[in-house]
T-cell receptor
Framework: AQSVTQLDSQVPVFEEAPVELRCNYSSSVSVYLFWYVQYPNQGLQLLLKYLSGSTLVKGINGFEAEFNKSQTSFHLRKPSVHISDTAEYFCAVILSFSGGYNKLIFGAGTRLAVHP | DTGVSQDPRHKITKRGQNVTFRCDPISEHNRLYWYRQTLGQGPEFLTYFQNEAQLEKSRLLSDRFSAERPKGSFSTLEIQRTEQGDSAMYLC????????????FGQGTRLTVV
């Protein structure tokens, strides 16, 4: 079965500290990986994506993530967080099957709470 | 605004009533997804359209749920005989047909069944 696991449901951190939000996936088919952010009462906004090429990808708002195929991980990092980064973060994968059929599935989310 | 739009944004209904939600994807996107999100959870996949064809429907969807995309453009999600457990945020997303591109999400429709 294909799945996405976000290992931490909540991550509290102080402002200006570094943070890592963990994501592991399991799949036997080609995957493309994404991180989305959701602010309260809003839709999902793309932070960054990995499709191919360099395993280190940079996104908006100073976030980056590294694709590790051997560990089937795609952890999200930021060297110094701000209060405004407080939100729910979702790891997602597109499972690409033959015939052009794509399925987009999400992890359960990690709530990042940045404290002053 | 050329993003994904959903209507209505909020819906309160009595148990047992039928509700219908609409999603207008980005115009050139041929792939459309519906998700359900409850508090503290990630979006749960409900169904997927490629053009007008519904290619997958989650086991989460009971027979009370139906979705259509009649002309391969906008889509509707109908819930019949609503139950309190149907209360959730219903999200729509669309993706372009070429390449493995990201999905763009609408603001969602928040359903409350009382």
């Amino acid at each position: 079965a294909q799945s996405v696991t976000q290992l931490d449901s909540q991550v509290p951190v102080f402002e200006e500290a570094p943070v890592e939000l963990r994501c592991n996936y399991s799949s036997s088919v080609s995957v493309y990986l994404f991180w989305y952010v959701q602010y309260p009462n809003q839709g999902l906004q793309l932070l960054l994506k990995y499709l191919s090429g360099s395993t280190l990808v940079k996104g908006i708002n100073g976030f980056e993530a590294e694709f590790n195929k051997s560990q089937t991980s795609f952890h999200l990092r930021k060297p110094s967080v701000h209060i405004s980064d407080t939100a729910e973060y979702f790891c997602a994968v597109i499972l690409s099957f033959s015939g052009g059929y794509n399925k987009l599935i999400f992890g359960a989310g990690t709530r990042l709470a940045v404290h002053p | 605004d050329t993003g994904v739009s959903q209507d209505p944004r909020h819906k309160i209904t009595k148990r047992g009533q039928n509700v219908t939600f609409r999603c207008d994807p980005i115009s050139e996107h041929n792939r459309l997804y519906w998700y359900r999100q409850t508090l503290g959870q990630g979006p749960e996949f409900l169904t997927y359209f490629q053009n007008e064809a519904q290619l997958e429907k989650s086991r989460l969807l009971s027979d009370r749920f139906s979705a259509e995309r009649p002309k391969g453009s906008f889509s509707t999600l109908e819930i019949q005989r609503t139950e309190q457990g149907d209360s959730a945020m219903y999200l729509c997303a669309s993706r372009a047909g070429t390449g493995n591109t990201e999905a763009f999400f609408g603001q969602g429709t928040r359903l409350t069944v009382v």
